[in-house]
């Protein structure tokens, strides 16, 4: 019963989608477990480069059944716009599942994800703007809106109106907008019903049948671990669980059933949106790490914050998660850095600090201890195994893993498929 979690370590856009993919080809299911469309997943088959939001990246595997667990919200327009940009490139996504019990992202959440933001003003999130924050917050209190009220008129109706109280006092008394029509909602999600049904099913009673005939089941993360709403940088993280935990809860698989948990890290450290980030570089360094990187945001198109590689992140990461492994990406963007600095620990008023800090205060208050690793300047991008390295960024590697808490079993040297160095099999 292989079930393995891959989870971003960092603060998302470590290379999940590229990790997920590579894995397609051997697994019978992936599943997205948390999250939605704040989600942007980047995979490159060949020449073709694929910008997944919702789906999970193992539909561009073809053996592979990809699943939208109960964990997850959907916006059925960002859904179908999707499925239909892959049919139109030839992917098939006929075997698509989706939970009958994952909510739904209603227009009015987006409309409050915007408007809250804007209210914040100076101290805005960052969101991506796509209603994922008030989606949960509905669910949570229990006005949320599920894939299976599409199938009663009557429930869906008494649903949205229970959601729309309180919104609508808030947007037009607190925000001045136009309260939002209860029946306009309805005939917009009852439009999805019939496009949604084939896909609708109890994924957990899938799931777990897989599992138990020894199928394999890979659960991909969205966002990562410092954006988890319980074990992030609170209050500047999303509103779901990207650790391991949230594998179990947002797909319906118990804890024991769980193999393996892979962490996605970067090589260095990239955040998009607001919030602390000890070792953010303002300087030449983290301009070239952007422009080499091509550190840009898939969902928002947004510039990602760039800074060293933070290893009391890694540690955390290897802590809340359970690490069994990681998955080293973007090796390859470092070539040609003399000296490397690492974050190896915190400076926090004076003291030095080799783990997270509970505080926030504290974490604001972070600076990075730094030390120097020897750069490479040979072009890695062909490497196939890790001898194939040069000995400077072997050293680098062997470096973070022994910083990092578990063994770094597969290296990324570009962002192709084949651009990948195994060194421990997954499986
Ligand atoms: P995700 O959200 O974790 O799936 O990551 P993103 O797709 O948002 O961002 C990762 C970016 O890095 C994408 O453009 C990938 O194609 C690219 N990428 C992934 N792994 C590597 C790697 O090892 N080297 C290089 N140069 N690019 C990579
Ligand atoms: P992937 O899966 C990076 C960030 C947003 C914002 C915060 C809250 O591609 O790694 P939200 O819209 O979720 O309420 O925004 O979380 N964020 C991400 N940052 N990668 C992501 O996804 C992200 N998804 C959300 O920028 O700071
Ligand atoms: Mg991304």
New binding site residues.
Partial sequence: MPALVLL?AQW?????????DLLGGSVDYVVRYQGGNN??????VGDQ?Y??HLLP?GILSPGCTPVIGNGVVVDPSVLFSELSGLNERGVDTSKLLISGNAHIITPYNVTVDKVTERFLGKRKIGTTGRGIGPTYADKINRVGIRVQDLYDESILTQKVEAALDAKNQMLTKLYNRRAIAVEQVVEELLGYADKLAPYVTDTVLVLNQALDQDKVVLFEG???TLLDIDHGTYPFVTSSNPTAGGACTGAGVGPTKISRVIG?L??YT?RVGAGPFPTELFDEDGEALRR????R???TGRDRRCGWFDAVIARYATRVNGLTDFF??????LTGWEQIPVCVAYEIDGKRVEELPYSQTDFHHAKPVYEMLPGWSEDI?GAKSFSDLPKNAQAYVKALEEMSGAPISA??????RD??IQINSFL
């Fill in positions: 971003g998302g856009d470590e290379g999940k989608g590229k990790a997920t989600a942007g997943h980047t995979v490159v480069k910008a997944l990246s969205g966002q990562g996605i970067k090589a990239t080499i990187g091509g550190e945001g898939v969902t080293l990406t973007k090796l390859d963007v991008t290296i990324g040297v570009g962002p192709g651009e990948t």
